[in-house]
């Protein structure tokens, strides 16, 4: 202003910095507005370098207007602010997802993206954040990072899911315009199909094992060092006869069986409880109704891993002769405790009485197969076993999906069967036999 208060516009010698540049902080119209955040967390809004007044209330009017819509108006909320919200917010998700998604976002979103805002998110930042760790794999492949484990193209899909379902709740609420993390395009994360232990790579297995062991190597050294054909593996028909007639006398026979017969998983066979057991019933069974997890170090127990997975499975004639002999051998093993028994009522327990670790499951068939010189396969292979017996056995797909616990057959037809070269022998002869030939002549 002049002297006599008076604007003066253009003329304004504080239009220009020292260096002759506009200056845009001066001469110019601002707006302060209240806005809430994630989590309904309040702050002030300023904005300026307008022009004119009216330019001002017109940008101010366009975010009352959004406002007045339920939209989040924050256009300098972080992608680790709003992260940070989120996940503290998220109260429709078991525990252990919380842990999964929680574990990404520390490790991969805010230390590479936490800094940028949300709005300014673009498909190249996220794409940036998968070629870090493609490098690092790189790193770890050459052996120049110990300690490190491959971040394969399964667990990148995972990671991504946790930004896409962060950036769609970010998009319903009007904090973004696109979801950028269903825009990246990343390599198939599909478990492999299961591959058999065939009697020809149990061979090439066993021989690459018995190099090692001529290298000096123990035998239990070498069968670490030399790996599967691939992640999934199944074992022969005749390989679980071997196992099962091994572990005969085991104490937890019962859950060996269950896990190779009916598939189950680890936390649900760990989490069953003899109330879920209906073995005098007209169809014997036993009911799917909560799993034991491991979350950040801690066993909890929870509901099934969805829907799908609360179901009742037939236990069989078999099944009910093992259960039963099952439980008469912990009621022994009570009676020897006394008072010091702990009454979980758990099926499956260790011999107080207490519930089972579910990796103790995992630790203790690694040495039990071992034990029993069998090609390795992972515990959770049984389930992929107990699929292609069953379907083997001539069981019908949507039967085997039912006592599985899966939510869709593709899933029970693509991801959890194999077929056995008998199996499939087997049925190239039946379709030779159906086609009518002409008979050879000499």
Not at 135 to 146: T, Y
Not at 154 to 165: H, S
Not at 166 to 193: C, F, I, Q, T, Y
Request: with cysteine.
């Amino acid at each position: 202003m002049d002297g006599k208060r008076r604007q003066l516009g253009r003329s304004c010698p504080k239009l220009k910095r020292p260096d002759g540049a506009w200056n845009p902080r001066h001469g110019t119209w601002y707006f302060v507005l209240p806005v809430v955040g994630v989590g309904g967390k309040r702050s002030q809004m300023l904005r300026g370098g307008f022009e004119s007044k009216d330019a001002a209330q017109d940008a101010m009017d366009e975010i009352k207007a959004k406002a007045s819509k339920g939209i989040i108006v924050n256009d300098r909320l972080t992608v680790g602010e709003y992260l940070d919200g989120w996940i503290k917010g998220k109260t429709d998700i078991k525990r252990k997802t919380r842990a999964l998604y929680q574990g990404h976002i520390d490790r991969y979103w805010t230390p590479h993206l936490g800094h940028l805002r949300l709005g300014d998110l673009r498909v190249a930042h996220v794409s940036a954040v998968f070629d870090a760790i493609n490098e690092r794999n790189e790193q770890v492949r050459k052996g120049r990072l110990r300690n490190v484990k491959h971040v394969g193209a399964a667990t990148m899909q995972r990671i991504r899911a946790t930004l896409r379902v962060a950036l769609s709740d970010a998009l319903r609420e009007g904090l973004v315009s696109v979801n950028v993390a269903s825009l990246v395009k990343l390599p198939s994360g599909k478990s492999p199909k299961p591959m058999v232990w065939t009697i020809e790579r149990e061979k090439r297995w066993r021989a690459e094992v018995a190099k090692l062991v001529e290298q000096g190597k123990s035998y239990s050294r070498a069968r670490d060092l030399v790996p599967p054909p691939q992640s999934v593996m199944v074992w022969r028909p005749d390989q679980l006869g071997v196992f099962l007639d091994h572990v005969q006398d085991h104490r937890l026979y019962a859950l060996w069986f269950l896990l190779s017969h009916r598939g189950l998983r680890r936390g649900e066979a760990c989490g069953l409880e003899w109330l879920d057991c209906a073995m005098d019933a007209d169809v014997p069974s036993a009911t799917i109704e909560r799993q034991r997890v491991v979350v950040e170090g801690q066993v909890i127990e929870d509901t099934p891993k969805s829907e799908a997975g609360g179901r009742v499975i037939p236990l069989g004639a078999d099944g009910v002769e093992v259960f039963r002999a099952h439980r008469v051998a912990q009621k022994k093993e009570r009676l020897a405790w006394g008072e010091a028994w702990v009454d979980s009522g758990k099926v499956f327990t260790q011999e107080d009485g207490s519930p089972l670790h579910p990796d103790w499951v995992s630790d203790e068939f690694e040495r039990l197969i071992e034990e029993c010189d069998l090609p390795p396969v992972r515990l959770h292979d049984l389930r992929h076993g107990a699929a292609s017996i069953m379907l083997a056995a001539k069981v019908d797909m949507k039967v085997v999906q039912e006592i599985l616990g899966h939510a869709n057959l593709s899933t029970t037809a693509n991801t959890y069967t194999s077929v056995y070269p008998e199996v499939a022998a087997a049925a190239a002869e039946a379709v030779a036999g159906f086609i009518p030939r002409r008979a050879k002549t000499s």
